[in-house]
């Protein structure tokens, strides 16, 4: 009987301990006032890894009741695991978030806080941030996220190849493929590309479509309950694509950008199109003197050649978490104007702070490449992140597909009007 009494004794304390488990009681730390944040971005290496490492560790060293644990996975499965992590009971207090359409799903999904009550509480932190920056953040005329990075795209050149070949800046597509030509002539990869991770890809795709179909059309197609893309300006964006193809590299699809890159900093090639932010990543190991050109005006093009692609880059606090003063806190720390200067030194990505790029901790072109978003007209954000995952999959599944002759401009539209017709449909 003793034993009998025994087993029951430790199951019925087995079971209050699961149900104050469940019960949503707080862990100890808690009741003596810390708490834990779960932060989870996209950064798993260096310089970016070690500059969230430190943070954290200065945050907490300035905040020692909050602790925060730090996850990350690089760019293309972040994509997919923050879609699974905030559709779990536990999710990241704080996350990292592109801008626009991958932003505006979490959104519309429950999955974020709204922050508009503290852009409006601490109106000394917030009116510091680039303005132009919190819109793609804003949906339906609240805050949801906190803009991070500010970054552009524009074609690096290497001058010295230029000079040496008596070519000029090509501001036209005409012009473009002429300096291509005779790069190509004299031995030299025209344009670096890599499309083995396919978000270079939109990068293009974004620009080509912006210059070449009207900005209300585009709108109305990028809108997943009202998007069609009959227009044919999208068919023209991708030829105009295809006629670059004979001046990428060899096999585009076997390399990332990286490696591309990587072949534009040896001067082995000449050209490639990347982010502003890169130019710390390119200006160490050049031996080149270093130029860029905007993107060139097309014949015929519907839209405006002073806009820009490029969006900013941020974080968003779980809609489910317990703590959302603290993380807000974590997230002001991370935009002050400190941190944002620390950020162009030690990483050469541009903070969304306002005047944090300068000649203390960036170079002229550095400095030029900041100029330049904060002068653009408007801001065109990146295709992949700007349109639903659905279109984004069969414009770059097609566009691998016809990088290898294996696709046609109008097959792959065929493909993208079929994902927008479903889209439609189940919005409806």
Same mark, same amino acid.
């Given at each position: ?7 029951l ?14 019960s949503?009681?707080?862990?100890? %730390? ?23 490492? @430190? ?14 644990? *730090?996850?990350?996975?690089?760019n ?39 922050? *508009? ?8 932190? %917030? ?12 949906? @339906? ?6 803009? !991070? ?13 230029f ?9 036209? !597509? ?24 396919? !978000?270079?890809? %939109? ?23 009202t ?6 300006g ?77 969006a ?39 903070s ?5 790029? @300068? ?37 770059? @599944?097609g ?26 449909? %189940?919005?409806?």
């Amino acid at each position: 009987m003793r034993k009998r009494f025994g087993i029951l004794l430790v199951f019925l304390v087995a079971v209050s301990a699961l149900l104050a488990g469940c019960s949503g009681g707080q862990s100890p %730390s808690e009741k003596n006032g810390e708490v834990t944040l779960k932060f989870f971005h996209r950064w798993p290496k260096d310089p970016e890894k070690s500059f969230f490492d @430190n943070a954290v560790k200065e945050f907490e060293k300035q905040n020692p009741k909050i602790h925060i644990q *730090t996850e990350a996975v690089l760019n293309d499965s972040y994509k997919e695991k923050i879609r699974v992590m905030l559709g779990t009971n536990n999710p990241p207090d704080i996350y990292f978030s592109w801008s626009d359409e991958f932003a505006d799903k979490f959104v519309r999904g429950n999955k974020a806080l709204d922050l *508009t009550p503290y852009y409006k509480e601490d109106a000394k932190w %917030s009116s510091q941030l680039v303005q132009s920056q919190i819109s793609p953040f804003t949906f @339906n005329g609240k805050q949801y996220g906190v803009p !991070w990075t500010m970054d552009g795209k524009t074609f690096f050149y290497n001058k010295d190849i230029f000079k040496k070949l008596n070519i000029q800046p090509p501001r036209t !597509w005409e012009e473009l493929i002429s300096v291509s030509k005779v790069l190509k002539k004299n031995h030299y990869t025209p344009i670096a590309f890599g499309s083995k991770a396919p !978000w270079a890809i %939109s990068h293009y795709i974004g620009t080509l479509n912006q210059r070449l179909v009207d900005e209300k059309t585009r709108e109305k197609d990028y809108n997943r309950a009202t998007g069609e893309f009959k227009d044919p300006g999208y068919t023209e964006a991708l030829e105009k694509f295809k006629e670059l193809v004979p001046y990428f590299n060899d096999h585009p699809n076997s390399i990332d950008h990286e490696y591309a890159r990587q072949l534009f900093t040896a001067g082995k090639a000449a050209i490639i199109y990347a982010e502003t932010a890169e130019i710390k990543l390119v200006e160490p190991g050049i031996k080149f003197k270093l130029g860029f050109f905007d993107f060139p005006s097309i014949p015929g093009e519907k839209g405006s050649k002073d806009f820009l692609t490029g969006a900013p880059e941020g974080f968003m606090i779980s809609a489910k978490t317990k703590h959302p003063k603290e993380a807000m806190k974590f997230l002001e720390f991370l935009t002050s104007k400190p941190m944002g200067e620390k950020l162009v030194k030690d990483v050469g990505k541009y903070s969304a702070v306002k005047e944090t790029t @300068n000649r203390t901790n960036a170079t002229p072109e550095q400095i030029e490449a900041v100029n330049k978003i904060l002068d653009a007209k408007e801001m065109v954000p990146w295709f992949d992140t700007d349109v639903d995952i659905e279109i984004v999959d069969a414009y770059l @599944n097609g566009v691998q597909m016809m990088l290898n002759g294996q696709k046609s401009p109008k097959g792959i539209m065929k493909d993208v009007r079929k994902a927008a017709a479903s889209l439609r449909e %189940s919005s409806q």
